[in-house]
Each structure stands twice: as structure tokens, then as C-alpha cells.
């Protein structure tokens, strides 16, 4: 087990829109998830600016320097961007290892990749990562002089080799997933051909997306309060309510300050998103920063290429941790929205006024039925035409029959008439 103090830099003049508690708690979790941490301590660290060389000011990094002493601690966790140059001085300091957020949320990747496709991909983030930090590798290629030369010598050679070694790498790596994503793209062309459409579930890391997918479909999908509990995407067949089949898909949760890397890594998975039909956006609405955690989903949607023509549903979800007075609150904020449903996956309440939702949002969730109505019925008539849903009428010695074209939601509303 490793010892390890996690660090949140709180830059004055940065003018980032996250509060520094939250954002230290967030890095705990994600030094949590990872099984041979100990995380044996955490703080939140003023910075006026941050130092080009050393990322903290002489003062500051002695000050931490006691306290990594005095904790033991192996391991140091900066919870933000951290240079090579940067990296490498404070781990001469403080002689022990420092790493970064993305480096973090690399080792966590790497540790839960289950699939080929999965490691594959998180082998081809890390790689990228590893080749801009060469600097911090090697302690022998310090030396840039030498040799035959004023310019050139080992070091530089070295550096050059490891580069290389590095790209030689990720070509392979990029070949063996273009055929996971040909397989990939074969599985969804398949799909395709039978026209039961896609509903994709994204969310922040641990909103609770697996445990809606699981209650929805009935699978198993590891579901814990753990950030990045998984990674690989599940697909399974959910039946609407008076309606057809789609297809639901769940995805890996975003989180803020995603690495690119990551992003570039997975995009072929999270093309999974891009061909749906609709968008499920899972939130925990009981965490304190559940609108910076919206923002920074839509931001990431937004690289991967999804665009406003995609209809979206916000699943606020958790519900049962929010006390009564809130609870009231967001269940009226959503009756005033059409794209917003209130529920809580773990206790399984919202669900079937989540799957109408659904239904009435696809368009592949709509059908067309013929109704026979007698003369007496002229309220459930009026509605019909009311609602936009009547195709062709015909009048019989009886009655009317009447071809509509509605949804789940539609035929329940009429049967309540």
C-alpha cells in the first residue's frame, strides 16, 4: 500500500468556476479508486501564481516538504497540470514521486481497462502522456553536451531513441485498435439494418449511470460510489411501454479536466454517443457541484461532435439523498420541463415515467394504430385532433375510425380520458 498526500493548487488569479473544497474531495476519490493507495492526507494550497520551475514558491515547497516527512508519504498527487520540468524538480525536492491529475486518472484507466479494446486504448493514453515527460524519465539525459559536438551528445540521442521507441509503440497500438473499431463499426452497421433505436447514457463519473442501466435492462454492470467504477461500454435490449425495443447504451463517465489524451484514446468507443437517437445526461443532482459537473459533460459532448439536432433528456438523478424541502423544489423545476425527469435509480422510483419519456422523444417510439370510436365519444375525438396525432378519419354508420400516429405517452393519456 502507498502512502499518498494529495495536493489541490488553488491559483487567485486563475479564474476557474470550481470552488477549491469540492474539487480537493474530488481528488481524494479519484486517489480512492485507485486499491493500493492510502491516501494519509490532503490540502488545499493557496497559490498567488504559479512558479514556472517549481509550481509552488521556496516557501511553500519546504513547508510541504515537512509535511510529506512527517506523513511518510511516498507519493505526491497534485490535483491539476503539472510540467515535466515542474515534475522532476519536486521530486528531487521531496524525494519522492509526484504525479499529476492526468497522470492520475491514467493510472485509474489503466488499473480498471477490463476489454482488449479498453486497454488498448487506455496503453495508447498513457503512451502519449509518458512521451512529453522523457525529461522526468530519465535522470541521465540532463547531460545535453557532449561528445564530438558543442551541441549535441547522449542525452539528446537518448531522448531521441526513447521518442521513437514511443511512436514505433502507438503505431502498433493504433493498428490493432483500427480493428476493434472496424469490428466495432461492423457491430453497428448490423445494428442498423434492424431499426430499433439507440439511447446512450452519459454523465459525470459516478452520477449513477450504471445502476440506472442496470435497473432499466436488468444486467449487472459494476455499479459502486466510485469514481470510473467502469470504462467498457454495455449495450443491452430495454422493451418500452407500448412501444418498441431500443437499444441502451452505457457509456464512461466524463469528469472535469478530462486529459485529451483520454478523449483522442476513447473516441471510438464514445462514437457509441454520437449515433444515437437520444441522449440520456445522468446528474447527481445531490452534489454540491451538480451545475459545474453539467457544464463540463456538455463540454466534452461538445468535442466529440454532438450537436443540438441530438434530442437530450436530463436525468436528475439521486433524488433520495436530497432532503424533502429540495426534493419538492426540483420536482417542480422539472414538471416545468419536457426534457427533465426526476428519479432515483438506486430505489428504482421514476422509472416507468422515465421509459415514456423515452418513448415519446424517439421517433422510432411512435406507431401508427387505428381507432373506432362511437358517436358519444366526442371528447376523446376532440383530443385526438387536439394533440395532432389523427392521420385520416372516416366516418362509419356507428362511429369514426381514425388512424393516429402517437406514442406510449399519447395512448396512455387517451385511455385516462
Known sequence: ???????HPDIRSDSQRRDAGPALEE?????????????????????????????????????????????????????????????????????????????????IFSDRAA????VLQVEMAALSYQRTRLVRAWTHLERQRGGLGFVGGPGETQIEADRRAIDEQLVRLRRQLEKVVKTRNLHRAARAKVPFPIVALVGYTN?????????????DVLAKDMLFA???????????????????????????????ELVAAFRATLEEVLSANLILHVRDISHAETKEQA??????LETLGVNDST????????????????????????????????????????????????SDRLEGGRWE????????????????????????????????DIDVRWSAKDAKRFREI
Not at 488545499?44 to 504559479?50: F, H, I, N, Q
Not at 436525468?315 to 416545468?336: G, H, P, Q
Not at 373506432?372 to 396525432?389: D, I, M, N, P, S
Request: glycine share 8%; proline share 5%; with cysteine.
Open 207 to 219: 452520477a449513477g449511470k450504471s445502476t440506472l442501466f442496470n435497473r432499466l435492462t436488468g444486467a
Open 369 to 400: 394504430e387505428t381507432l373506432y370510436l362511437t358517436f358519444a365519444q366526442g371528447k376523446e375525438r376532440a383530443w385526438l385532433f387536439q394533440r395532432g396525432v389523427v392521420l385520416e378519419e372516416t366516418q362509419t354508420d356507428t362511429g369514426y
Open 311 to 358: 434530442p437530450m433528456i436530463e436525468v436528475w438523478n439521486k433524488i433520495d439523498r436530497v432532503d424533502e424541502e429540495s426534493r419538492i423544489a426540483l420536482e417542480n423545476m422539472a414538471d416545468r420541463s419536457d426534457d427533465v425527469m426526476v428519479l432515483s435509480a438506486l430505489e428504482g422510483t421514476g422509472m416507468d415515467q422515465l421509459l415514456e419519456l423515452v
Open 230 to 260: 467502469t470504462l467498457d461500454p454495455t449495450m443491452r435490449g430495454v422493451k418500452l411501454p407500448d412501444g418498441p425495443e431500443v437499444i441502451l447504451s452505457d457509456t464512461v463517465g466524463f469528469i472535469s479536466d478530462l486529459p485529451t
Open 295 to 300: 457544464a463540463d459533460v456538455r463540454e466534452i
Open 1 to 7: 500500500m502507498t502512502r499518498a498526500l494529495v495536493l
Open 27 to 107: 481528488a481524494v476519490s479519484l486517489a480512492a479508486a485507485l486499491p493500493h493507495l492510502e491516501v494519509v492526507g490532503s490540502s488545499v494550497v493557496r497559490l498567488p501564481r504559479p512558479h514556472p520551475g517549481m509550481l509552488f514558491g521556496s516557501g511553500k515547497i519546504q513547508e510541504l516538504k515537512e509535511q510529506i516527512h512527517d506523513m511518510e508519504a511516498e507519493l505526491v498527487l497534485i490535483d491539476g497540470p503539472v510540467s515535466p520540468i515542474q515534475q522532476r524538480n519536486l521530486e528531487k525536492e521531496w524525494k519522492c514521486k509526484v504525479l499529476d491529475r492526468t497522470g492520475l486518472i491514467l493510472e
Open 115 to 118: 476489454t482488449r479494446e479498453g
